[in-house]
């Protein structure tokens, strides 16, 4: 894989999770963790879900890093056994920290998505990454005695992946911890859910998501309430907005549909035609998720008679009345949704030029302008 681009298991613009420092807005469920660890109720299996790009890589990482640098307490000794942790923190100078960042820690083993015999990425995990574990399982362990194996992310794993590891989670290896990260429990067989603990993260907060944006090194935005609006919480998606531009191509979309029913086809096909540019793929993805946004802060528009708060882009909130002014209007936006996001993910299977399958949404978006008038 080429040193230019994230590996699988690493959001685009941010240090993988085994660099990151802080973990931020995700108290609960490391204390969680941290109570199961010192009750001496240490599940071997446990499930992070939550929103995509709110910290559960890096809690993962940080689980692993506090299992592998805490050795077992031992009762009785002339001081007796040592206080509890009250963190997961680990000294960045610790062997096994040091370790971790080298990608040089026999206790660990870390699944994601591996390359393919051409050298390119696979779409899944496949039962082959799966199977790689049981010779890290025949290895000799160290610290401790333990092993962890963090799957990132489980959502991914085809049907004969998700059945090997279910056979490692119905007999689980001695002083083995496995650490599944899933955006989509629900594409989980109901039995790898099961035979799970669930550590469930939240979105962070505007304050949080400032501190772990300023983590990263990213420079934020002149108007943070725009991405905030956006990103939803999640600090992977408000990277990608602010690497790809999502923030001025929300604010083009508002304008596009501020001068409907009638709409400016100019604006509308210089939209389209930058979604068709050479090395645009990953902007025409993010176009389309920024429309389903549009689309349903329509819909909750004319549903509350209010738009949403913060405002997404600059005169957003005037926008989002004129064109879903009741809640017959809203409805509408609400039903239309689902169409046009079904077609447009259709016509992005089927390689339908991005620039015609841009213009034909848009068209759609001013056909639900124009009803009722």
């Known amino acids: 894989m080429s040193d230019d681009l994230p590996s699988p298991d690493q959001a685009p613009g941010a240090p993988h999770p085994r660099e990151t420092a802080q973990l ?47 050795p077992p ?17 680990i000294d960045p100078d610790h062997p096994v920290a040091h370790r971790i960042l080298a990608g040089a820690e026999p206790g660990l083993a870390s699944i994601t998505r591996s390359l393919n015999d051409n050298g390119k990425v696979r ?47 119905e007999e689980p ?28 993260l939240s979105p962070l907060d505007a304050g949080d998501m400032q501190a772990a944006l300023a983590q990263t090194g990213t420079e934020p935005p002149a108007n943070p309430d725009h991405l905030a609006a956006l990103a939803a919480g999640s600090v992977g998606a408000a990277l990608r907005l602010i690497n790809l531009g999502g923030l001025q191509i929300y604010s083009e979309l508002i304008g596009i549909l501020g001068t409907m029913p009638r709409l400016d086809r100019s604006r509308a096909l210089k939209l389209a035609e930058a979604a ?20 349903a802060r329509l819909a909750r528009t004319g ?8 405002q997404a ?51 759609k978006m001013q056909e639900t302008a124009s009803w009722g008038q």
């Open 24 to 70: 931020f807005g995700q108290d609960a469920a490391q204390a969680a963790f941290l109570g199961a660890f010192n009750s001496d109720r240490l599940h071997h299996g446990w499930l992070l879900t939550g929103p995509q790009g709110v910290g559960k890589a890096t809690l993962a990482w940080r689980i692993a890093r506090f299992l592998l640098a805490t």
């Open 73 to 89: 307490a031992v009762d009785g000794g002339l001081f007796g056994a040592p206080p509890p942790p009250t963190s997961l923190d």
């Open 123 to 169: 779409t899944e995990i496949v039962v082959d990454d799966i199977r790689k574990l049981g010779r890290f399982f025949g290895l000799s362990a160290t610290d401790g005695g333990r092993r962890v194996v963090i799957v990132d992310s489980a959502d991914e794993m085809n049907t004969s992946a998700a059945n090997a590891l279910l056979k490692m989670l």
């Open 173 to 200: 290896p001695a002083r083995t911890t496995l650490l599944l990260v899933s955006h989509q429990p629900s594409r989980l067989l109901p039995t790898i859910r099961s035979r799970c603990r669930t550590l469930r």
């Open 276 to 295: 068709a540019q050479r090395g645009a793929a990953e902007k025409f993805e993010l176009l389309l998720n920024l429309i389903d946004i549009s689309l």
């Open 303 to 310: 549903a509350t008679g209010q738009p949403p708060e913060p």
């Open 313 to 363: 882009a600059p005169g957003e909130a005037e926008v989002l009345l004129k064109l879903a002014s009741d809640p017959h209007r809203g409805r509408k936006w609400a039903e239309i949704a689902a169409t046009i996001t079904a077609r447009a993910r259709h016509g992005q299977a089927v390689n339908l030029d991005p620039a015609a399958l841009v213009l034909d949404t848009v068209f």
